[in-house]
């Protein structure tokens, strides 16, 4: 018998297509690879683990060489960029990147496994990632509930909690902000600080070096937002991504101490980094906040090339931020 032919339904070049049956194929993203107990590079220890049966949300959580075994460290809660539609806090290049910047840094981060776009929608998927930042907070009460992770507890240090992410991760750690200044998190834990790396955020009309016109709806930030969120209020100048969108809440409110943006010189999203640093800036908000260039490099290229020198140089500095008192 030959094989059934599946009916194309629609796509998003070069990331995903869409079939009829609501199958989804991935065309993008690095391969997944199993936990492990110590990486032979780094010595750093990853474990695969369950937040949430229902919804289904996992993570991996990773320790360091531990030198000091009564320290307590920094926690680092991690969103992968992708889009909002593909790679995978399993995947290669993300497990790279969290060996090298756990090992650097010396913390105990959980990358999180949100749900993807399209089978859920992009609301979703920061419901998701609040819900794994309330799951680890919870980790700072004195009890042994249940589905508590124990290096969390034995290891974190509750008063010093970060978020980062990059590309669309970056932007769920912006939302997530938004959020944590107007919610409380279990057990009074605030977030000491966050990084957005390379964050995608993006509106109608171009600013600094970006096009215009007819050809800036073919851009893959313009496409894939409206693509995996059709019924966007406004559109891409949704406050969840245009931060200076006339409904935007104020930035005056986001829910940390400190805040480092990066961008990288040809990245078609780095003027969007600069205004999102220069927004803060001047809106108001009572935290210390640091914007870092990278010349000559591309959206994401620490992930994506990260034996470079400039991604070592990069994920260096994201350490020295998480270590800075």
Known sequence: MGSVVKEVASELLPFLRVYKDGSVERL?????????PEDSVTEVSFKDIT????????ARVYLPKLTQPDKKLPVLVYNHGGGFCFESA??????????????????????????????????????DCWTALKWVASHSADNNG????????T?????????????????????????????SLPGGVKIFGAFLTHPYFWGSKPIGSEIG?????????????????????????????NIVAPEAPSLAQLGCRRLLVSVAELDVLRDRGVLYH?????????????LVEVVGEDHAFHILKYETENATKLIR???SFLLKL
Request: charged share 20%.
């Open 317 to 319: 500095l994201l350490a």
């Open 28 to 36: 993008s993203g690095s391969p997944i690879v199993p936990s492990s």
């Open 90 to 127: 399993f995947s290669l290049v993300e497990t790279k990147l969290m060996n090298s910047l756990v090992s650097e840094a010396k913390i105990v981060a959980v990358s999180v496994e949100y749900r993807l776009a399209p089978e859920v929608s992009i609301p979703v998927v920061y419901e």
């Open 155 to 183: 290891y974190g240090d509750f008063d010093r909690v970060f978020i980062g992410g990059d590309s669309a991760g970056a932007n769920i750690v912006h939302n997530i902000l938004i959020r944590a200044g107007q919610e």
């Open 146 to 153: 249940n589905n508590k992770e124990p290096w969390l507890q």
């Open 278 to 290: 220069n927004a803060v800036k001047e809106s108001g908000w009572k935290g210390e906040v640091e």
């Open 51 to 58: 937040i949430s049966e229902n919804p289904r949300i996992s």
């Open 213 to 241: 016109g007819p050809e800036r709806e073919k851009l893959a930030p313009h496409a894939v937002w409206n693509y995996l969120y059709p019924m966007a209020p406004g559109g891409v100048d949704n406050p969840m991504i």
